[in-house]
């Protein structure tokens, strides 16, 4: 066997780690590269804030002298204990199309997971659910949003050679953007806020938003709480993120819904696609990276629905409408042609029903699998 395993254990190896996408997928019109530096926090034990309940080796594969693949393992305390399972998940997966590299990833984590005494593997999946998850399994010819993991067909093959299946779906779909908002959908909105006395929060600033931050993370704990394994962002977290994104996002593709005492019971954050831009980065914002994302976010005809929630208990109620509603507004008065939605579990029914009433096609699907080791 020329494969051999090396665990990254300093700065220099995690370099080569976050750096191997690079050749795997040089030459690849659809691959949108990740910020260097980005990923390089997310995977360290002392900047990113998921460490306080996880824990996580990686690893590289080398063949030949060169590097092959990378795999990451991760087990989440929490969400084993609030899911009730020993799993590990595995991240950060790619690979060249070589079955004696795949394979010895693949034993190298479930010999660290039963090491561990977990019973099982899933995933692509990160620290939370802020981290990219699932492998692409239809949708090779499209564009991913930053936000979402690309990978060669190949890797579906070598996943399911392994003994790993289905566990989990997501699906996004694609919308003409300046599509009118349809006759039904403005009739019901407009019921929908008279019953419940409701309110559509609109901003001018970034400045008007960030003191409801930390809220909107709250209600996208409570929205997401039975969905496949989320488990809610701690404070820290919820801080963390905050810093990282919130400062950034265009508040005219902003939305949220309050009810009479002014509490959001739902939100919609969209922000003008920044995957062109971040192929031309390629990895790096400095020096000359920056100006790629701020010329995309300045003038854009493509949309990316990025983060959206409702409170539990509003979800059966139509809330979901009114920030989609509004949401398209702004997009025709931008002229903003294209929108690609979030991921939607196929699963979770109340998500996906939202877009019943608009023109749309399903853009890409993605898998979270799953291999049991007791076999």
Avoid at 46 to 73: Q, S, T, V
Avoid at 164 to 190: C, G, H, L, M, T
Wanted: contains cysteine.
């Amino acid at each position: 066997m020329n494969v051999t395993i090396q665990e990254v254990t300093s700065k220099k190896d995690l370099k080569r780690f976050v750096m191997f996408p690079f050749k795997v997928f040089k030459g690849c019109e659809y691959w949108v590269p990740p910020l260097i530096d980005g990923e390089m926090q997310i995977l360290d034990k002392d900047k990113n804030p998921a460490f306080e309940y996880c824990e996580a080796k990686y690893w590289l594969a080398y063949k030949d002298g060169e590097i092959a693949g990378r795999i990451a393992g991760i087990i989440n305390h929490r969400a084993n204990e609030k899911w009730g399972g020993r799993l590990v998940r595995i991240g950060w997966v790619d690979f060249t199309n070589d079955a004696e590299v795949s394979g010895t990833l693949f034993l190298t984590v479930e010999n660290w997971a039963k090491e561990r005494g977990m019973e099982g593997i899933h995933g692509p999946l990160g620290f939370t659910d802020m981290d990219n998850e699932g492998l692409l399994i239809e949708g090779f010819d499209k564009l991913p949003t930053i936000a979402n993991i690309y990978n060669h067909p190949y890797y579906v093959e070598h996943f399911e050679r392994f003994g790993y299946a289905k566990a989990e779906d997501w699906i996004q779909y694609i919308f003409n953007a300046s599509q009118p908002i349809p006759d039904k959908v403005q009739r019901i909105n407009q019921l929908i806020i008279q019953k419940y006395n409701l309110k559509v929060l609109r901003f001018e600033s970034v400045r008007e938003i960030l003191p409801r931050a930390r809220e909107v993370l709250e209600v996208l704990n409570a929205s997401f709480t039975n969905l496949y394994g989320f488990v809610a962002l701690t404070d820290k977290e919820i801080d963390y993120y905050v810093k990282q994104y919130f400062s950034y996002i265009k508040p005219e593709f902003v939305c949220f819904v309050a009810d009479t005492t002014d509490k959001i019971i739902g939100f919609g954050i969209s922000m003008p696609s920044l995957s062109k831009a971040m192929q031309k980065c390629k990895g790096r914002l400095f020096p000359f990276g920056f100006i790629y994302v701020l010329k995309a976010l300045r003038k854009n005809d493509t949309i990316d629905l990025y983060l959206n929630g409702v409170l539990p208990e509003w979800q059966s109620k139509g809330v979901h409408a009114l920030y989609y509603a509004e949401l398209n507004k702004s997009y025709i008065r931008n002229n903003i042609r294209t929108a690609i939605s979030n991921p939607q579990l196929e699963s979770n029914v109340n998500a996906i029903s939202a877009w019943k009433n608009y023109e749309k096609e399903m853009y890409v699907r993605r898998r979270c699998y799953k291999k049991m080791l007791n076999g």
